[in-house]
């Protein structure tokens, strides 16, 4: 069974930065995409940011440039970096795997029901 831990998050003011991780078990580590969505107050679930098992990555245009994903293959963690942190960026993070593929593409990689193990989700608030 696949297991999913975020740890991090919290309040920042805008500007700010923050760091969240995020540990997994219960999958062997074959190709696979690891990554993290968010979702906001009255919106939807969205794709924030990804990395494959080789190490690819994709970003929201809204993270480009300020948000950085890390990969840890020892600790079977990633990490994600955000800085310039904005009152938009406020919202439930949440981490999720998918075990069976490398699905770095821009079709692929936001869809959610691809993803088959998710976190609790941590929330981040940035205060204006």
């Known amino acids: 069974q696949v297991q999913v831990m975020e740890t991090g998050g919290g309040s920042v003011q805008a500007g700010g930065s923050l760091a969240l991780s995020c540990e997994f078990s219960?999958?062997?580590?074959?190709?696979?995409?690891r990554g993290w969505f968010r979702q906001a107050p009255g919106k939807e679930r969205e794709g924030v940011a990804i990395i494959d098992s080789s190490g690819n990555t994709m970003y929201a245009a809204s993270a480009k440039g300020r948000f950085a994903i890390f990969s840890d293959h020892a600790k079977n963690a990633i990490y994600l970096q955000m800085h310039n942190l904005k009152p938009e960026d406020t919202g439930v993070y949440y981490c999720a795997v998918c075990t069976e593929a490398d699905i770095a593409t821009e079709s692929l990689w936001a869809r959610e029901d691809y993803y088959n193990g998710w976190g609790q989700g941590t929330q981040v608030t940035v205060s204006s």
């Open positions: 219960g999958y062997t580590y074959l190709a696979h995409t």
